[in-house]
């Protein structure tokens, strides 16, 4: 699907809901001709679903952000078991089909990493792969961050999961040392043959969003969202 993009990531924690919210905040703002979409297509516990709904004016439902929704914070195919229900799939299928319809893009941000499970049998890059969305993986600026986007990408290779760029988050304050030592661009580049299209800075307030929109503005995002050609002077931010 040429019209969306997953947000993945490493792990969860590893900043997926920064970047997400980041975009989102860049296209209210400076592209607003453009109709977004916004999926969260499963969700347990209260979370990202409800963040976008106060941070942004989404003029969507909360089935059509979130599909399916499980009270507990735990892993989908155990929150469904513990509720006696089941991971349909095929609802939050529908539910993607219909707001690409509906959207001239659409943004979905995944659940934990490529690795996590979404049913017994299917994790995230299964979903990625059936579904050919291209995906931005989201590695913390940390230590252990090289492995970690390595053994990511691999994974995404086997499954056939295409990877269009990856994006470094620091999700506690760090220097440009910090970021050399842990997560080198270089490094990832070289050993992944990965794109580093940006990173995106420790943030005391993520839910500013005016400065989501301004740390997305220094991302590659020719690269991330090709459907925006134009893209504004960060000095008019």
Same mark, same amino acid.
């Given at each position: 699907?040429?019209?969306s993009l997953l947000i993945s990531g490493t792990d969860t924690d590893a900043g997926k809901t920064v970047l997400?919210?980041?975009?989102?905040?860049? +296209?209210?703002?400076?592209?607003?001709?453009? /109709?977004?979409?916004?999926?969260?297509?499963?969700?347990?516990?209260?979370?990202?679903?409800?963040?976008?709904?106060?941070?942004?004016?989404?003029?969507?439902? #909360?089935?059509e952000i979130t599909p399916l929704y499980f009270q507990a914070p735990l892993a989908p195919p155990i929150a469904?078991?513990?509720?006696?229900?089941?991971?349909?799939?095929?609802?939050? +299928? =529908?539910?993607?089909?219909?707001?690409?319809?509906?959207?001239?893009?659409?943004?979905?941000?995944?659940?934990?990493?490529?690795?996590? #499970?979404?049913?017994?049998?299917?994790?995230?890059?299964?979903?990625? /792969?059936? +579904? /050919?969305?291209?995906?931005?993986?989201?590695?913390?600026? /940390?230590?252990?961050?090289?492995?970690? =986007?390595?053994?990511?990408?691999?994974?995404?290779?086997?499954?056939?999961?295409?990877?269009?760029?990856?994006?470094? *988050?620091?999700?506690?304050?760090?220097?440009?040392?910090?970021?050399?030592? +842990?997560?080198?661009?270089?490094?990832?580049?070289?050993?992944?043959?990965?794109?580093?299209?940006?990173?995106?800075?420790?943030?005391? *307030?993520?839910?500013?969003? *005016?400065?989501?929109?301004?740390?997305?503005?220094?991302?590659?995002?020719?690269?991330?969202?090709?459907?925006?050609?134009?893209?504004?002077?960060?000095? *008019?931010?």
């Open positions: 699907m040429i019209n997400t919210t980041a975009l989102i905040a860049y +296209w209210k703002k400076y592209c607003s001709s453009h /109709r977004l979409g916004v999926m969260k297509p499963l969700q347990s516990g209260v979370g990202d679903r409800e963040l976008y709904s106060q941070l942004f004016s989404l003029e969507q439902s #909360p089935e469904a078991e513990q509720e006696g229900r089941k991971v349909e799939l095929e609802k939050v +299928w =529908a539910a993607f089909c219909n707001l690409q319809q509906q959207r001239d893009f659409v943004i979905i941000e995944g659940v934990g990493g490529l690795g996590s #499970p979404i049913t017994y049998e299917l994790i995230v890059a299964d979903l990625a /792969r059936d +579904w /050919r969305l291209p995906t931005v993986l989201v590695v913390p600026v /940390r230590l252990g961050a090289i492995a970690q =986007a390595v053994s990511n990408v691999a994974l995404a290779r086997r499954m056939g999961v295409n990877i269009r760029g990856i994006i470094l *988050n620091c999700g506690q304050p760090c220097q440009e040392q910090d970021i050399e030592n +842990w997560s080198p661009i270089h490094l990832i580049e070289s050993l992944t043959q990965i794109p580093v299209l940006g990173i995106l800075p420790y943030l005391e *307030n993520p839910r500013d969003i *005016n400065q989501l929109a301004q740390v997305a503005s220094h991302l590659k995002l020719e690269q991330i969202l090709p459907i925006l050609t134009l893209k504004p002077s960060v000095a *008019n931010i």
